[in-house]
């Protein structure tokens, strides 16, 4: 069947869905699915929730029941492939087929290994007219977007990374140390139009994660200030080896201790929205007395942290850190994107260099694709933000 005028439309619709559940999906992509007849009337429509279980598909088709529909005969437009697993719940190829659907138009492939493709393939089989959107249309561009994450992380076994960092027109983080200290106040760079903008984007991310060397100078709360409601509080993530943050630091002063859930596939084993790496041997009674998590790890290399993130659930990370960090993740090619702001001022050649030993961010900058450049009224001037991806998270799918 050709592609039909309303196409554009109902998928637009089913992207807005996904987009607007995005904040309750982790660790499951964000999906959104809208059912229609097949001279275009809306019969249902939804968005999967993780703590609902249902995937989007099945949230719509209870819709098209609770509206007083049928769904027989019906076209199905999906932002991501029907999945073709059992897994918290059943196909929903099978659940389409089963309700006799006759067209099913997708935005994108599942990028699961355990899907991909078989999905497309079970209703294919069937005899539905399925339509799987052209990948470079803006439509299939915008519904992977949504995904980066889920997609980076099903593949490589380990979250996608973001490092954040607001920098001086010189490119330094900070003023040199001499200069800063948690009683002093806080030493902004880029001004409050900027800074809400990096709440929206912790919004968007699982986990995110700093070193001690931050939490001792800056005593940060690294929390998601938005007040827009998600399904699990940012897990906020220090790597301190020697288990040195005091239990006076802000971190404990937000820590929010969850709802200690019957362990079942796929829940998050966090029982604290704070987690602490520590290496083995560290004394961590007095930090678990807070609530926090710890883990101790043989050793705190990117890598090995991001492993462990995995294995609690954790798609995506926020790295907004110091030099050193900055240096050891980039040096081990595990930053994946980068969100960089740039103020007006600048610090002068004694500051904290972006990464200590480099690279810069002028010469990172050179290696982004899908740059985006964005600016935001500070004072009389403005700072500017750069985006890019240094590894696209579709790439192995
Ligand atoms: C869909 N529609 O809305 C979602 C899908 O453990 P489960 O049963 O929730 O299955 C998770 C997998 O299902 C996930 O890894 C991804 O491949 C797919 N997610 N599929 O058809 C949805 N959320
Ligand atoms: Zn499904």
Request: one cysteine or more; a negative charge.
């Amino acid at each position: 069947m050709p592609w039909l005028p309303d196409d554009d439309r109902f998928l637009h619709r089913a992207l807005e869905l996904a987009r607007d559940a995005s904040a309750f999906a982790s660790p499951n992509p964000a999906v959104g699915c809208v059912l229609t007849t097949a001279t275009g009337d809306v019969l249902g429509e939804g968005a999967h929730l993780y703590d609902l279980r249902d995937h989007a598909e099945i949230v719509a088709l209870k819709d098209v029941a609770v509206r007083g529909h049928s769904p027989y005969g019906a076209t199905a437009y999906v932002t991501l492939e029907p999945c073709s697993i059992h897994g918290r719940t059943g196909p929903c190829a099978d659940a389409l087929l089963a309700a006799g659907i006759s067209r099913c138009v997708v935005a994108t492939a599942d990028p699961n290994p355990s899907v991909h493709g078989r999905g497309l393939a079970k209703l294919r089989s069937a005899g539905i007219a399925v339509e799987v959107v052209p990948a470079s249309s803006e439509i299939a561009q915008q519904a992977r977007r949504l995904n980066d994450a889920f997609a980076f992380s099903i593949v490589q076994g380990r979250p996608f990374v973001t490092l954040k960092a607001a920098l001086s027109v010189d490119g330094k983080l900070a003023p040199p140390p001499s200069q800063r200290s948690a009683e002093a106040a806080p030493h902004w760079l880029t001004g409050p139009a900027a800074r809400a903008d990096v709440q929206q984007l912790r919004h968007t991310q699982d986990a995110i994660l700093t070193g001690i060397g931050t939490v001792l100078v800056d005593d940060p709360s690294l929390t998601d200030r938005t007040g827009q409601p998600r399904r699990r509080p940012l897990l906020r993530v220090v790597l301190d080896s020697h288990l040195r943050t005091p239990p006076t630091a802000a971190l404990f002063r937000e820590a929010t201790i969850l709802r200690k859930q019957k362990p079942e596939y796929g829940d998050t084993p966090n029982t604290s929205d704070l987690l602490l790496f520590g290496t083995a041997g560290a004394d961590s009674a007095a930090l678990t007395a807070t609530g926090a998590d710890v883990e101790l790890l043989p050793e705190l290399s990117p890598l090995a942290v991001l492993k462990a993130l995995h294995r609690r659930n954790i798609r995506s990370v926020l790295l907004e850190a110091g030099s050193r960090l900055n240096a050891a993740f980039l040096r081990a090619g595990l930053v994946d994107k980068l969100v960089l702001y740039f103020a007006e001022s600048e610090l002068g050649p004694d500051a904290l260099p972006f990464a200590v030993g480099g690279p810069s961010p002028f010469a990172i900058q050179e290696r982004l694709s899908n740059a985006t450049r964005a600016t935001f009224p500070h004072g009389d001037s403005e700072d500017i933000r750069i985006t890019g991806y240094l590894h696209d998270p579709w790439a192995a799918v």
